[in-house]
Nanobody, 123 residues
Framework: QVQLVESGGGSVQTGGSLRISCAVSRVIYDSVYHIGWFRQASGKEREGVAR????????YYADSVKGRFTVSRDNAKNSVYLQMNNLKAEDTAMYYCAAGRHWTSSPSNWQYWGQGTQVTVSS
């Protein structure tokens, strides 16, 4: 069964940190799928935030989060994480993880999606 489940979202003050997790079903995690993090703020389009390659050797970050966010994989737990530091109000959004075979920031090219976890940053 293909499944991605996000967790760890919540409310945090500006400048704070949060780590969100994505539990990935074994059938996906063991295959050649990249895992991406996307976010969608109210009234805006979904955008790619970060992603990690299937081997864990390659990462990508959007300019807006570079230097603040870190994506990582834990093969023992079939999980991917997004560590978010120095959070800003503009980081407020629903965060989704997704699995796909194309190295792209375009959401339409990603095959499997989780249900999302809300991150709210307030001053």
């Amino acid at each position: 069964q293909v499944q991605l489940v996000e967790s760890g979202g919540g409310s945090v003050q500006t400048g704070g940190s949060l780590r969100i997790s994505c539990a990935v079903s074994r059938v996906i995690y063991d295959s050649v799928y990249h895992i991406g993090w996307f976010r969608q703020a109210s009234g805006k389009e979904r955008e790619g935030v970060a992603r990690i390659g299937s081997s864990g050797q390659t990462t990508y970050y959007a300019d807006s989060v570079k230097g603040r966010f870190t994506v990582s994989r834990d093969n023992a737990k079939n999980s991917v994480y997004l560590q978010m530091n120095n959070l800003k109000a503009e980081d407020t959004a629903m965060y989704y993880c997704a699995a796909g075979r194309h190295w792209t920031s375009s959401p339409s090219n990603w095959q499997y999606w989780g249900q999302g976890t809300q991150v709210t940053v307030s001053s």
